[in-house]
């Protein structure tokens, strides 16, 4: 096989797995119209409406894209703030209601979209990220999502019963 046509065959495949990424992103970010406005929600900030495992759910599609990026060549520093970026939206939602509604207003994953958008179509494409450093980029980001959760729900009993007197 020539030079040429690998390289035709890489970009289609690239170019497939973006497409399934932006359709992914479209769904967990901006798949549901809000009538009479210009916005819209997705199914990231529903799922983290589900105490516990909605946001570990969300958390876990989100982490799928940026190990998508990872294999179309995203630099360490890309990768790191698609991180940030996810956990910063998982940690706020935990906060009952702001963090339902920043959820809603965040959506990390047009961010993440966005950052591997501007690295595709850059011709310096930087340092590829190895695997040992995307396994335990997304591996951190899980282990900072269960912790995050876990504050969340021993505050929100403390809260609790701190109200009920118990």
């Known amino acids: 096989m020539t030079t040429s046509k690998h390289k035709d065959l890489n970009k289609d495949s690239n170019e497939a797995i973006l497409k399934r990424l932006r359709r992914l992103t479209n769904v967990l970010d901006n798949a549901i119209p809000i009538p009479g406005t210009p916005y819209s929600l997705g199914l990231d900030p529903l799922l983290g409406l589900i105490p516990g495992g909605g946001d570990i759910a969300g958390a876990a599609l989100s982490a ?36 339902d509604l920043f959820d809603v207003a965040w959506k990390a994953n047009v961010k993440n979209m966005e950052l591997l958008d501007i690295h595709m179509q850059s011709p310096k494409k930087g340092k590829k990220a190895d695997k040992w450093f995307v396994f335990v980029l997304v591996g951190g980001l ?12 021993t505050l929100i009993t403390m809260l609790f019963g701190i109200l009920t007197g118990n």
């Not at 899980?142 to 729900?153: E, K, P």
């Open 142 to 153: 899980m282990l900072a999502v269960v912790g995050a959760i876990a504050l969340g729900i």
């Open 64 to 99: 799928y894209i940026v190990v998508s990026a990872a294999q179309l060549g995203l630099p360490r520093e890309s990768l790191v703030r698609m991180v940030l970026n996810i956990l910063l939206e998982v940690v706020v939602g935990t906060v009952p209601v702001v963090g």
